[in-house]
């Protein structure tokens, strides 16, 4: 069955609200984004999380003593480097975890990717982090543009994957039909007014489990 991702959780509500709905995996931007919380809003809110629903720390190229603070801590289960990170950064990120007790640190990081086009995905094969997520690229923002790349440009991509970008409840059916990603990353589709709501999440949630029957 395809995952759920749902990212920018940031108040206690919406912790409630997953709790309920039981997503995969959960989201805390620690990036300088508008959904941005500190690492000890996001400590906080994690003590009150399901245990069953794992929490991915959100980044743009940012110090790696946050990161590493975060995941050897317990905050987060799983970085995400959404930024321009280079193999130079990850070995320096690993490294740092490593020598914090975190073994096989590469299979704790997820990098993303913002698609332009076909020659994005060359550069897929550079990173050591286990886990991929493919976004629209924004020339403005880093991510959670609320839109959509061209998903027929996914082709032949051998690594499992989270599908982000503009994902929602009107196309999530062709998005696990024709795509087939190892997860689904939706956060401003989810929201009103700025902030995750309880029926948006309810709606996709059962979406997504009635497309698996």
Partial sequence: ???VKICGIKRIEDVHYVNQYLPDYIGFVFADTKRKVR???AAMLAKELDPR???VGVYVRQEIGLLTEALAGGTVDYLQL???EDAAYEEALFESLLQHGINDPQERCIKAFRIRGAEDFKRIGETKCQWLLLDTYSQKL???TGEHFNWDLIRGIDREFFLAGGINVNNIERAIKEVKPYAVDVSSSLETDGVKDKEKIREFMEKVNNVML
């Fill in 39 to 41: 690492l000890q809003t």
């Fill in 1 to 3: 069955m395809v995952k």
């Fill in 53 to 55: 629903i794992k929490r």
């Fill in 142 to 144: 880093p991510g959670g």
């Fill in 82 to 84: 959404h930024g321009d």
